[in-house]
């Protein structure tokens, strides 16, 4: 072998062994089950679903997005869509969003969750069931930025109640929270809510891009024809912030009701938020609102409002 050529070959040897080295230590290159790292706390699954069902109503959980409603149905057929995130949501003064699904800002990390089927405590070992009962409780404490939550959503016969408790772990300051979001369908045409004051408005739902009813509420429900639905919204406490308010989202992919707690404002640690929202889903609804009206009195009977 000439000078040349084994100096070649001790050049190639190097580079060689090099690029196999520089290769096994590329992050891209490993296998991802062995680098991932957990967000939830361990024993609660991080991805898939787990069904919650009762005799009229269906509602899917996302594990992925912080263990909130994926979608609901009632008597089989959808009426809340899965086109966008549930439960409580955050923006810090200046930052991005947190909570459920949402990444810009930070994840929701859940630490704990909960199950009480007709009273009886369920283990959750992993998703992709669907457990059934007369009184379905779901339980979940997580923490959404500088938060501590302890949110739970109930299924009965008869409607879905939403729970969230927060508390502030550190002094903080918000830009924006919504406190709860349902994604209900852009087939719903028209709107009604009940003022604290008792006072009654009604409005259209066109899909004009915009924000209808804005003020704070007692309850607020949309008309679905197509379905013959009154979607009801009661909160037995007004949920009231700075600059709170109910709100429909107007689009033509969903007409998403938020209730907005703020729209900027400072808590102190230890401070508390304690809110509630039930969802009916009024059968024999035709336009003219005596079922949903007569519904909505009799969940403010069952559940009083709260001063």
Known sequence: MTMFKLILSCWIAVVFVSANEVLAADPAKTDKKETSQRL?????????FLTLKTEDYTVPLDAASGWTIEKMFYRGDVFS?????YGTVLQPKGGQW??????????EVVHRIKLLVDGR???????????T????????ESTIWKFKVRARVILTNDYVEEQTAMEALEDCEIGLMYYFMHCFPPTTT????????????????????????????????????????????YTPKVIVG??????????????????????????????????TVIVKAVPDETGDWKATKKAAS?????FPVVK
């Not at 009799?298 to 069952?302: E, P």
Request: proline share 3%.
């Open 242 to 275: 700075n600059q709170s308010a109910s709100h429909i989202w107007d689009l033509d992919r969903y007409h998403k009701y938020y209730l907005r707690h703020n729209r900027g404002q400072a808590f102190k640690k230890g401070e508390k938020l304690d809110f």
């Open 121 to 131: 405590d369920v283990p959750i070992t992993k998703t992709g069931e669907t457990v």
């Open 40 to 48: 939830y706390d361990a024993g609660v699954p991080e991805t898939g």
């Open 98 to 107: 947190w909570g459920t699904g949402h990444k810009e800002g930070g994840r």
């Open 133 to 140: 009962g007369k009184r379905i409780e779901f339980i979940k």
């Open 190 to 233: 028209k709107w009604i809510a009940e003022l604290p004051d008792g006072k009654i408005e009604q409005g259209p739902l066109s899909h004009s891009q915009g924000m209808a009813v804005n003020k704070d509420t007692i309850w607020v429900a949309q008309f679905d024809a197509t379905q013959q639905l009154g979607l009801l919204c």
């Open 298 to 302: 009799s969940l403010m009977k069952q």
């Open 81 to 85: 869509l899965n086109n966008g995130h």
